[in-house]
């Protein structure tokens, strides 16, 4: 049964200066799983060179020891996918290396380019040769096209033909590592340092589980340059205004990261204490579909008084592959992934809590079992604000047809 939940590009982690910079990589590719599920990969600088290991799936099934072993170096970049635009295939998987007049280059991203066919036309117009259908790949043909102009200027110009949301990761076979932004700072990208390391990442959970220390997150059109005399940051020529993904605080991020210069937590209890001021009910308990909207419900319960309870426990192990249930068996659907408490909630008057509701086909299906359980009344509340037009950022609904909130 597909989730109703938007889905988002992907993680990205960046180490420098690290003797163990595959390793350290590995782990932060861990903790930005949630991030993207399709596929895993790793590049790292040897002898000027970038090597890199990819595969379909989790980190935990592309990457062993032996991997991980053959990718010495002290600089790497790191991806996890979930294909907003190209195909799930593993030519797609990230990071992407090109090799241009004896340097090699690699790329991991975050995003999304609106400009995308237009720019790679142009491209192949010059003669641009792409290998892959991601437009990822966009970033470094213009960037190696443009070097003849200088390492900076390329990235500079660069940056000014890209219109999306993107947060990219670099490496330059020559030792330089960078990290940048576009200029409306749609997706988050953090820096961090672990003793003379530093660090990139899509979000801090990443720098904790390496116990790196937080030091900022970049800011709009910033392009961080990393290199082995220290940092150095160019601000992109594009002006624009700070204009933040909202997913990434209801949805995206992990609740113990610091995105945005903001807990996830705390900004997901308040969603929910502001919801009960908003939109007040009675009931016996107040409830999420877990994970999404738990920590909405946490501060609902607590801003109207109502108890909270899990009355859902969710199938952590249930893969994103799990084989779909035919039209006979839909209600197999809804339990494989979530199952009712029944004596808590039978002939209760319930609240649940959703962080956000897009097509609405998951929650009517999960309400309808609920009240074939013989819930007294369901009352649906949604700490999100409602989606009625589509996003070309990054986020898999394109279109204003497929969202609930566009047809009510």
Do not use: W
């Not at 997913?247 to 807990?263: G, H, M, N, Q, V």
């Not at 819930?375 to 497929?402: A, L, N, Q, W």
Request: glycine content about 8%; charged content about 25%; hydrophobic content about 40%.
């Amino acid at each position: 049964m597909t989730e109703d939940k938007p889905r988002e590009a992907c993680g990205i982690f960046g180490i420098h200066g690290h003797p163990e910079a595959s390793k350290m990589t590995y782990f932060g590719l861990y903790a930005l799983q949630h991030r993207g599920q399709e596929s895993a990969g790793i590049a790292v600088i040897q002898n000027d060179n970038i090597v890199s290991h990819k595969g379909m799936g989790l980190v935990s099934d592309v990457f062993d020891m032996d991997h991980l072993g053959e990718l010495k170096g002290n600089t790497a970049i790191g991806h996890v996918r979930y294909s907003t635009t190209g195909s799930s295939i593993l030519a797609n998987a990230q990071p992407f290396v090109v090799h241009h007049r004896k340097k090699s280059y690699a790329v991991a991203h975050n995003g999304n380019l609106v400009n995308a066919a237009m720019l790679k036309n142009e491209l192949e117009e010059a003669g641009s040769i792409f290998q892959t259908t991601m437009d990822s790949e966009i970033f470094l043909h213009y960037f190696v096209n443009n070097l003849k102009y200088g390492f900076d200027q390329a990235l500079l110009y660069t940056v000014s033909r890209l219109k999306g949301a993107f947060s990219f990761v670099v490496l330059s076979g020559k030792g330089e590592m960078i990290g940048l932004k576009d200029p409306n700072g749609f997706r988050p990208l953090c820096l961090g340092k672990l003793n003379d390391s530093y660090i990139l990442a899509s979000e801090s959970c990443a720098l904790d589980l390496v116990n790196a220390e937080f030091i900022r997150e970049l800011d709009p059109g910033e392009i961080l340059i990393i290199n082995s005399e220290g940092m150095r940051s160019l601000k992109s020529r594009v002006v624009s205004t700070k204009t933040f993904c909202i997913f990434e605080f209801i949805y995206f991020a992990r609740p113990d990261s610091l995105i945005f210069d903001k807990t996830v937590y705390l900004m997901r209890k308040a969603q929910g204490r502001q919801l009960a001021r908003e939109a007040p009910v009675d009931a016996d308990l107040v409830m999420p579909f877990p994970d999404s909207g738990t920590y909405a419900a946490i501060g609902y319960s607590e801003e109207s008084g109502i108890p909270f309870e899990m009355g859902m426990i969710r199938n952590h192990y249930v893969g994103r592959t799990f084989i779909q249930p035919t039209q006979s068996m839909r209600d197999f659907g809804v339990r494989i992934k979530l199952n009712p408490v029944k004596e808590l909630l039978k002939g209760r008057e319930i609240i649940i809590i959703e962080d956000s509701i897009i097509r609405g086909t998951t929650v009517k299906t999960r309400v309808k079992a609920l009240r074939e359980l013989g819930v007294k009344r369901v009352h649906m509340r949604v700490s999100g604000p409602p989606h009625r037009f589509p996003c070309h950022y990054g986020i898999d609904f394109s279109t204003r047809g497929e969202l609930i909130a566009a047809k009510n």
